[in-house]
């Protein structure tokens, strides 16, 4: 891969072709190549832990700005490696290297960014978002020799690209790093990716270490054997999860009942008043997927509905209490949410259910879009007309 170097940030590069070629070098400016940069260079010497990198690559890939390139097999690459099992790694656009920038770095980073890449980003305004991912089966520039890093004179290559024509790809001081051409390997696994690997390392220097999994797994035995004593929650968290992890490995389906267990376990330990309420992500995390697995019962909700509405026909000014109501026509996690979110469980004063509950019928009505009762239709209309 190609290098930029702007005195304080050293960050590989290569281009992208027609949605699957690149290219490490550009050849004529006549090529539509986009550059990008590699994503863990832009997290290097940063706050944020290796392991939450794949989170943060996820938010910028949603927005265009980032990708997961996919190579074909026979590449391999030159002081790095990728996750175990695959071939991939992650690239950000020019808009992308400015965002993570402003977020993560600091100010005097920033300007340097700022200095280092404003040419080429004006050149890059009209290029599209990027699509999450993309397979890259050809490369577009003759690779050097194998097991070669292939440094040229980065006057010569200076010289050759700075023209006003090819600003747009003329990565200034820019110093290639090979991505070597190999014969698929013969059912060798693929190493993890280590984002901590020198610039200019190669293969040789690389140790072979077994994958992510069981890499974390040897850290999490060596730091238990040197814990005098581990607290009855842990304990019994740890071996949870790993019980889980275990069913996972083996192919197995997951228990829900075990797995609710686990989390609820884990989310325990979180009390109400350690948490944010306005900010928090494990709530905004919680409350998310929660919503999205609502959302997508409610057209097994409206069949419910539909089914109760016909049975009652001649009965609709005659329903059954609010409570039986809820209990037969919505899912028990929408009511048991909400029964806790109001503060009607069973330990509330039965007055305060009996009250209450007609609101928190209307609210499930509203939010799954199917009314039943008449003040549901009547508040409906009123608000329509409003």
Request: proline content about 5%; glycine content about 4%; some cysteine.
């Amino acid at each position: 891969l190609s290098l930029w170097d702007n005195g304080k940030r050293k960050i590989r590069y290569l281009y992208l072709g027609d949605g699957n070629s690149f290219s490490v070098t550009k050849n004529s400016p006549g090529e539509k190549l986009i550059p990008l940069f590699l994503g863990a260079d832009l997290y290097s010497d940063t706050d944020i832990r290796i392991e939450n990198h794949p989170r943060y690559h996820a938010k910028f890939a949603k927005k265009g700005l980032a990708t997961k390139l996919v190579f074909s097999s026979e590449y391999r690459f030159h002081g790095l490696r990728v996750p175990c099992g695959m071939n991939s790694l992650w690239f950000y656009s020019i808009q992308g290297i400015f965002r993570v920038a402003f977020e993560l770095y600091s100010k005097q980073q920033q300007l340097s960014i700022l200095e280092s890449f404003q040419d080429l980003w004006k050149s890059r305004l009209n290029d599209d978002l990027l699509k999450m991912t993309y397979q890259l089966t050809a490369r577009l520039d003759s690779p050097l020799p194998q097991n070669t890093l292939g440094s040229t004179d980065p006057d010569s290559r200076q010289t050759s690209e700075n023209t006003p024509s090819q600003c747009a790809c003329s990565l200034q001081g820019a110093e290639p790093f090979e991505i070597a051409h190999q014969d698929p390997p013969e059912d060798t696994p693929s190493e993890d990716h280590d984002y901590c690997s020198p610039v200019k390392a190669t293969i040789s220097e690389i140790p072979s270490q077994p994958c992510q999994v069981s890499q974390t797994l040897k850290i999490l035995e060596s730091q238990l054997q040197s814990v005098q004593s581990i607290g009855h929650e842990q304990n019994h968290i740890l071996l949870s999860f790993l019980r889980l992890a275990e069913l996972f490995t083996a192919g197995g389906v997951l228990d829900e009942d075990n797995l609710a267990k686990a989390v609820l376990s884990l989310l325990q330990l979180q009390t109400p008043s350690s948490l944010s309420i306005y900010c928090s992500p494990l709530l905004q995390a919680v409350a998310g997927w929660l919503g999205r697995c609502f959302h997508t019962a409610n057209s097994c909700i409206s069949q419910q509905v539909e089914s109760f509405k016909v049975r009652h026909i001649e009965h609709i000014s005659d329903l059954p209490p609010a409570e039986e109501l809820a209990a037969e026509l919505f899912p028990e996690a929408m009511r048991t949410l909400l029964v806790n979110w109001m503060g009607l469980s069973e330990e509330a004063a039965q007055w305060k259910r009996h009250s209450e509950f007609p609101i928190l019928l209307l609210i499930l009505e509203f939010a799954n879009h199917n009314l039943i009762t008449g003040v549901a239709h009547v508040l409906y209309s009123s608000l329509i007309c409003k």
